[in-house]
């Protein structure tokens, strides 16, 4: 998934876009057809896209006016992993090779389950789906030393609390 789309903007068909890809400009760009959940509403064709106070703004082809754009809300924008270039750094992932991916700490205890990668400003953050709730783990090497996709699991070595329930006052 590269994105979800949101409200319509203007008049003349546009929406905006909640990006979920490291790569809005390759994925966003003018020509590139997006897959689409639910199915029947794609594919679509990227006409142009543009950035609108912080948020991408996407018009496609065959959606003339904001009664179109407003039947796409909510509807999930995918890519075809098998169209994805391979990835050189060994460091480095699609968001679909880590979700579902079993969490679990160095000595083997069972966190969860990897349910979403979130990619802010500060730095990409793995959601853990847990049986208390979902934690949030930044995904760098000092607490996410391991991404092993053959065993389909990621070794977490946290800092003390990040995993720690929230007390309610």
Same mark, same amino acid.
């Given at each position: 998934?590269?994105?979800?789309?949101?409200?319509?903007?203007?008049?003349?068909?546009?929406?905006?876009?909640?990006?979920?890809?490291?790569?809005?400009?390759?994925?966003?760009?003018?020509?590139?057809?997006?897959?689409?959940?639910?199915?029947?509403?794609?594919?679509?064709?990227?006409?142009?896209?543009?950035?609108?106070?912080?948020?991408?703004?996407?018009?496609?082809?065959?959606?003339?006016?904001?009664?179109?754009?407003? #039947? #796409?809300?909510?509807?999930?924008?995918?890519?075809?992993?098998?169209?994805?270039?391979?990835?050189?750094?060994?460091?480095?992932?699609?968001?679909?090779?880590?979700?579902?991916?079993?969490?679990?700490?160095?000595?083997?205890?069972?966190?969860?389950?990897?349910?979403?990668?979130?990619?802010?400003?500060?730095?990409?953050?793995?959601?853990?789906?847990?049986?208390?709730?979902?934690?949030?783990?930044?995904?760098?090497?000092?607490?996410?030393?391991?991404?092993?996709?053959?065993?389909?699991?990621?070794?977490?070595?946290?800092?003390?609390?990040?995993?720690?329930?929230?007390?309610?006052?």
């Amino acid at each position: 998934m590269v994105g979800r789309i949101g409200r319509p903007q203007g008049i003349k068909g546009e929406v905006t876009v909640e990006v979920r890809t490291d790569d809005p400009e390759a994925r966003f760009a003018a020509g590139a057809v997006l897959l689409t959940d639910p199915p029947e509403r794609g594919p679509l064709t990227v006409e142009v896209s543009r950035d609108h106070s912080g948020r991408l703004v996407v018009a496609f082809a065959g959606v003339p006016d904001r009664s179109a754009a407003e #039947l #796409l809300r909510d509807t999930m924008l995918l890519v075809d992993v098998r169209t994805l270039p391979p990835i050189e750094d060994e460091d480095e992932f699609h968001d679909w090779q880590l979700r579902g991916l079993s969490a679990v700490l160095r000595d083997g205890t069972d966190v969860g389950v990897v349910d979403d990668v979130l990619h802010l400003p500060h730095g990409d953050v793995l959601v853990i789906a847990r049986p208390e709730g979902e934690a949030l783990v930044p995904f760098v090497r000092a607490v996410v030393p391991d991404v092993d996709l053959s065993s389909r699991r990621v070794v977490l070595d946290p800092p003390p609390g990040l995993l720690e329930e929230v007390a309610e006052d």
